[in-house]
């Protein structure tokens, strides 16, 4: 409990909003769709998850181990094809950068792909991975959002990470 709160003071500290991010890519996705009136979930994730794929238009997904939330798409948008091959959007609660680098290099990722990690402060552990992945060379996007933490694997663009209140 007292890592979560101690967490959450850190990210309060340099988080920002809208007024803050200079990539249009990132400014668009922010406002016009995390910032979007329309409330899908009340739990924050899903409520990204499920408002992410409106926006960028998700075709294929993977959702690793969570039936619910595999059954809150299919309600939201039932035309999406659930995937084990190349993924528009991979949402799971714990990947390192080992995981990351298999799946780009076995092409399950494309330039495209958003990858959308479930409590990225829960622990130590799942902080720390995260950290490891925005390092990645392979990462151009990052996105601290606290409640989970989205990466774009987006080869021309600059390489940024930005920590967003929602």
């Known amino acids: 409990m007292w890592f979560k709160l101690f ?11 809208e007024h803050g991010v200079h990539s249009p890519f990132v ?5 016009q769709c995390l910032y979007s009136k329309q409330k899908f979930n009340q739990d924050k994730t899903a409520d990204v998850l499920l408002k992410s794929i409106g926006y960028f238009n ?10 619910d939330l595999e059954e809150l798409v299919k309600e939201q948008y039932p035309d999406i094809r659930p ?6 959007l991979l949402f799971t609660k714990h990947l390192d950068a080992y995981g990351l680098d298999r799946l780009l290099s076995s ?3 494309h330039n495209d792909s958003m990858v ?8 130590p552990e799942s902080e720390h991975e995260w950290k490891d992945l925005i390092e990645s060379p ?7 959002l606290f409640h989970c933490g989205v990466l774009f694997v987006r080869k021309e663009q600059v390489k940024e990470h930005f920590t967003i209140r929602i």
């Open 58 to 67: 998700i075709k294929t997904l993977y959702i690793n181990e969570n039936p």
């Open 116 to 123: 959308l990690i479930d409590a990225i402060h829960e622990d």
């Open 83 to 88: 995937s084990e091959n190349t993924v528009d």
């Open 138 to 144: 392979n990462i151009t996007v990052s996105m601290d």
């Open 27 to 31: 400014f668009g996705y922010v406002t």
């Open 7 to 17: 967490s959450f003071l850190k990210f309060l500290s340099k988080s920002k909003n």
């Open 107 to 109: 092409g399950k990722l």
